[in-house]
């Protein structure tokens, strides 16, 4: 009897101590794999970026040289962020948007689900004005009706851009350092004519 009972406590006792391991197992492969699962999300690269296409042709939009006064990287931050945000500008480009300019009749509708198949994409249209000394460089998206306004400009000293809709009210402005455009974060710029 006593040799029966002693049987089931070493019986009960290796179970026990079997499901343990293999609890403690099965909790190191969960994390061995999810380790395995980490480094490997860290050595697939991103996934493949589109770049933008200065090549594409479209009827009546020829690609837009951007004037050299508007190039260039810019920053700018707002009153809520102690960061800055980088805008570049170059050739063709206003970040990872083409620049065109309309000529012609051509006729843009962003009702049309022809034009919006047509132009899909990160393609802007674009024009350059001169008003009061200062140039303008109008842009927006190839069916969009609200224009995004670069005005070449200085402010306290420093070469900036300024930035207007439509109207030409100006309401913010970017510049060629991050710590000036940290430092006038919060300045209002619409007091700026």
């Not at 697939?44 to 508007?70: C, N, W």
């Not at 930035?163 to 006038?184: E, R």
Request: proline share 2%; with cysteine.
């Amino acid at each position: 009897m006593m040799m029966k009972v002693l049987v089931i406590i070493l019986a009960s006792l290796s179970l026990a101590a079997c499901s343990n391991q293999n609890t403690k197992s099965q909790s190191q492969s969960t994390v061995s794999s999810s380790k395995k699962v980490a480094k490997s999300e860290k050595k697939t690269p991103r996934a493949t970026e589109v770049k933008p296409d200065i090549h594409k042709k479209y009827a009546g939009l020829p690609l837009m040289t951007i004037p050299s006064e508007f190039r260039g990287t810019w920053y700018r931050s707002d009153a809520f962020s102690k960061k800055a945000r980088k805008l570049v500008i170059t050739k063709h480009l206003v970040n990872d948007s083409v620049l065109y300019q309309k000529t012609g009749k051509v006729k843009l509708d962003h009702n049309s689900a022809k034009q919006n198949k047509q132009y899909a994409g990160d393609i802007s249209i674009a024009r350059v004005e001169q008003k009061n000394g200062q140039s303008w460089l109008r842009v927006h998206d190839v069916l969009g009706t609200v224009d995004l306004i670069y005005i070449t400009g200085q402010f306290k000293g420093h070469k900036c851009l300024y930035l207007a809709y439509s109207s030409g009210d100006i309401h913010s402005a970017i510049f060629t350092d991050k710590k000036t455009a940290i430092k006038y974060r919060k300045y209002d710029f619409s007091k700026i004519s």
